[in-house]
Nanobody, 112 residues
Framework: QVRLVESGGGLVQPGGSLRLSCAASGFTVRWSAMSWYRQAPGKEREFVALLKHTGDDTLYADSVKGRFTISRDNAKNTVYLQMKSLTSEDTAVYLC?????WGQGTQVTVSA
């Protein structure tokens, strides 16, 4: 059974950093394309970052390029999203996905 569990969200001040984790079970992240999405209140879910299953190729939304980094730890079967220089515009529920399966999300709130 595929399961994705996000963690690491919280309240952070503008300009701060957070690292989100997505612990996977039921499959191997090393051989899967993994993505992060986010959904702010009243807005559509939007793509944030992709880590391809072939090598370490990545893709980012323009709004987070240069500030966010997606990575994985094969030994822990976990995908990460390192976020820095956060702004209020980054406030959202962040979800990881295989493209088919989704986690429940973790809330990130950027506020002074």
């Amino acid at each position: 059974q595929v399961r994705l569990v996000e963690s690491g969200g919280g309240l952070v001040q503008p300009g701060g950093s957070l690292r989100l984790s997505c612990a996977a079970s039921g499959f191997t992240v090393r051989w899967s394309a993994m993505s992060w999405y986010r959904q702010a209140p009243g807005k559509e879910r939007e793509f944030v970052a992709l880590l391809k299953h072939t090598g370490d190729d990545t893709l980012y939304a323009d709004s987070v390029k240069g500030r966010f980094t997606i990575s994985r730890d094969n030994a822990k079967n976990t995908v990460y999203l390192q976020m820095k220089s956060l702004t209020s515009e980054d406030t959202a529920v962040y979800l990881c996905s295989t493209g088919v399966h989704w986690g429940q999300g973790t809330q990130v709130t950027v506020s002074a």
